[in-house]
């Protein structure tokens, strides 16, 4: 879904490794140990028109696929 999102490669760099911990504390909880604590808020900066939106509302869908979140959405 983000290879179709130019530019924004910190952020996408991010997502994934926000995912990945997601994994592993899921199977974390699965064999009984702690999971490791995983806060979802983010800011994007950067000037106008670089995508920061667009790109927030794909994280948010990505979230919900990834059962992170309840819902697909983000504040504006």
Not at 3 to 27: F, M, R, T, W, Y
Not at 38 to 60: D, E, N, Q, W
């Given at each position: 879904?983000?290879?179709?999102i130019?530019?924004?490669?910190?952020?996408k760099?991010?997502?994934?490794?926000?995912?990945?911990?997601?994994?592993?504390?899921?199977?974390?909880?699965?064999?009984?140990?702690?999971?490791?604590?995983?806060t979802l808020?983010?800011?994007?900066?950067?000037?106008?028109?670089?995508?920061?939106?667009?790109?927030?509302?794909?994280?948010?869908?990505?979230?919900?696929?990834?059962?992170?979140?309840?819902?697909?959405?983000?504040?504006?």
């Amino acid at each position: 879904m983000f290879d179709k999102i130019v530019g924004q490669s910190k952020a996408k760099i991010h997502l994934e490794q926000l995912l990945a911990k997601a994994k592993v504390n899921e199977l974390r909880k699965k064999h009984g140990l702690i999971d490791a604590a995983t806060t979802l808020h983010s800011l994007f900066l950067g000037i106008p028109g670089s995508g920061k939106t667009t790109f927030a509302r794909v994280m948010g869908l990505q979230l919900k696929e990834s059962d992170l979140l309840s819902s697909g959405h983000f504040i504006e």
